[in-house]
């Protein structure tokens, strides 16, 4: 590849990292999203993906500082194989400017 050749595609979580950093908004919808759909199959994985990304837009440094855990434990709450506690999720929601938001169902109405 040459000097002045732009690669052709990137990988998928590097394309969504620099969309987040981009437009820090973004977050809302792509967490609030995320989390609808995380009772549906893969939809955990895709939840901790999505929180991960935001992680890494804003800094996995700083985030972890910000919500007052070690980087090493964040990035392994963080990763595929992750199983962030409520905690870690609420402490690295509120370092990414974010909270967590309940809303009722429209078929939950009997």
Do not use: C, W
């Not at 732009?6 to 999203?33: G, I, K, Q, W």
């Not at 609808?36 to 804003?58: C, F, N, T």
């Not at 090493?72 to 609420?90: D, F």
């Amino acid at each position: 590849m040459t000097a002045n050749k732009l690669p052709t595609s990137r990988p998928h979580d590097a394309a969504v990292v620099e969309m987040l950093r981009a437009d820090p908004d973004f977050a809302n919808e792509y967490l609030a999203a995320a989390l609808e759909e995380a009772d549906e199959p893969g939809g955990q994985a895709a939840l901790l993906a999505a929180l991960r990304h935001v992680a890494e837009a804003q800094g996995m440094a700083a985030v972890a500082e910000r919500a007052g855990i070690p980087r090493e434990s964040l990035y392994r709450a963080l990763s595929p194989k992750g199983n962030p506690t409520i905690k870690t999720l609420l402490a690295v929601l509120g370092a990414a400017g974010l909270h967590l938001a309940v809303a009722r169902h429209d078929s939950a109405h009997t």
